[in-house]
């Protein structure tokens, strides 16, 4: 399957870890990068090559990637992170898919 | 300043043609890969398509035969000719820079404001 699956929604406290998965057929074997979109807004890459953070993105978005599953994850979580997130890989046969997407709710 | 720009979005009947555009500016589009992505009312991200610096292009099954994408190296601008357009084809388009090579993908760092199609009758 060519499917990237993450969890519809995802509710976090201020100032709590907020996980969010990605699941797919060998995703380990392929670089994942999480982008946030805010409601209006284009997308920002967060995360690249599985844990990387572009110039600009908080120290607080992390990112792993292993078997089956990558994960993206938020420590000490922000009213400001609320936003969908989304996963994608790129390869040769699904070339740049991306994952179902997640709601982060900052309650 | 690394820009995009995307134009040409609007209302459109179903088995109509309409082309995008995407003016770059702080980079070269010639030497990248140039992505659209569009987004559905109220649903996720979908990747469309690719072209590379070689001038390769990639599709996604559910545009393939339909949409082209293309670029002027001039006017460092990137377009969509979109063709036999379908009410599914309703989305936010969004072009797209791709840090893409032989081994890695490093994702879309930059993208544009997005342009609305409708395909309506």
């Known amino acids: 399957s060519h499917e990237l699956i993450q969890p519809p929604s995802v509710s976090v406290s201020p100032g709590q870890t907020a996980s969010i998965t990605c699941s797919g057929d060998?995703?380990?074997?392929?670089?994942t990068c999480w982008y946030q979109q805010k409601p209006g807004q284009s997308p920002v890459l967060v995360i690249f090559q599985d844990y990387k953070r572009p110039s600009g993105i908080p120290e607080r978005f992390s990112g792993s990637n292993s078997g089956n599953i990558a994960t993206l994850t938020i420590s000490g979580t922000q009213a400001m992170d609320e936003a969908d997130y989304y996963c994608q890989t790129w390869d040769s046969s699904t070339a740049g898919v991306f994952g179902s997407g997640t709601k982060v709710n900052v309650l | 300043e690394v820009q995009l720009v995307e134009s040409g979005g609007g209302l459109i009947q179903p088995g109509r043609s309409l082309r995008l555009s995407c003016a770059a500016s702080?980079?070269?589009?010639?030497?990248?890969?140039m992505s659209w992505v569009r987004q559905a009312p109220g649903k996720g991200l979908e990747w469309v398509s690719v072209i590379n610096s070689g001038g390769t292009t990639y599709y996604a099954d559910s545009v393939k035969g339909r949409f082209i994408i293309s670029r002027d190296n001039y006017k460092n601008t990137l377009y969509l000719q979109m063709n036999s357009l379908r009410a599914e084809d309703t989305a936010v388009y969004y072009c797209?820079?791709?840090?893409?090579?032989?081994?890695?993908?490093?994702?879309?760092?930059?993208w544009g404001q997005g342009t609305t199609v409708t395909v309506s009758s």
């Open positions: 797209a820079r791709a840090l893409l090579g032989l081994t890695y993908y490093y994702g879309m760092d930059v």
């Open positions: 702080g980079f070269t589009v010639s030497t990248n890969y």
């Open positions: 060998r995703l380990g074997d392929k670089y």
